[in-house]
């Protein structure tokens, strides 16, 4: 495993405030929600080094189709994100996702 940078960052509160909600909301830590946003604008700018590695995958590993764990990496996670995102969001506001409409 590549030995990862600590970097100091300082932050308006409220800057950081509304990155920690971002990142509850999609399950991420502030930490590695920084990466993923920080990612993603070089990657859009075609900055990203070819040779960075990928970040790293936390907490369980998916279900295959077949139920059991996936332990590869391939990909769905802002597909998954999203729906739980929007699940979590309909259920706060006091609809079940399974009703129907």
Do not use: C, Y
Not at 72 to 87: C, F, H, I, P, Q
């Amino acid at each position: 495993m590549v030995e990862r940078k600590s970097v100091l960052l300082r932050l308006d509160p409220a800057v950081h405030d509304a990155l920690t909600r971002w990142a509850n909301d999609e399950l991420r830590s502030t930490n590695a929600q920084i990466e993923f946003l920080l990612r993603r604008a070089l990657a859009e700018a075609g900055r990203l080094p070819s040779g960075a590695a990928d970040q790293p995958r936390r907490g369980r590993p998916r279900k295959s189709a077949n139920g059991d764990r996936d332990s590869g990496s391939s990909g769905g996670t802002a597909e998954r994100v999203t729906r739980s995102s929007a699940k979590s969001a309909e259920e706060s506001a006091g609809r079940s996702t399974e009703e129907a409409p």
